[in-house]
């Protein structure tokens, strides 16, 4: 009787060898790259979108949402004169251009809106981006008429422009919000981010990757 079932003894284990080898085959192209999808299922939220606007960039280019189209946009608002929150928003938004600046990172933009454009020439704007040390393929400085840029600041992105004076130094005070807004491709606002909590920024990158990852072609700047 034992010499009866070593035949089927090794079957068995012929068996549970091939199975083990179809698992260790199997698992790292289906299950693993499944489990990764799912893990990728980013939900943002809808925030409205960016409306048709014409302004000026600090190349001195006519800047059109058209530019904002097809990838995704991190926007931020500053103005050169300001001493106060400005100069630390930029340096953050220049840590975020340190950060984005990998092959897989292309497609997602930098913008600065001036609250105060009516000093905030294109020239001015070129002065304060190298100040921050803006790649312009990467990151570029809006400006424009008064009116037209209040309608984009305080209409769609729910900012500020309100000048409540001046600093002690003689600055303007200008009051607007320090959170970085997010627009997707189709332009979308999806998310705004504190710029004072560094978990935030850190989500931020996260979403803006996420968006380029699922996007398509990208352009930026004049159009």
Known sequence: MRDAASPSLSGKKLLLGLLVVLLVAVVPFIIVPTLLHRGDG?????????PAFSLVDDQGQTFTEEALRGHPTIVNFVFTRCDTICPVISAKME???EKL???RAEPIKLLSISV????????RLAAYAQRFHALPA?????????DQVRALVEGPFMNSMIN??????????????GYFALVDGDLRIRGVYDSNDIAKLDELLRHARYLARSGGSYKFGGS
Do not use: C, M
């Open 101 to 103: 600046l990998d092959r």
């Open 138 to 146: 990467k990151w570029r400085f809006l400006t424009g008429p008064v």
């Open 95 to 97: 840590r975020l251009q």
């Open 164 to 177: 409540e004076g001046l600093t002690p130094s003689g600055a303007p005070a200008i009051s607007h919000n």
């Open 42 to 50: 980013i939900e943002l939220p809808d925030l409205g979108t960016v």
């Open 116 to 123: 105060d454009p009516a000093y905030d020439t294109p020239e």
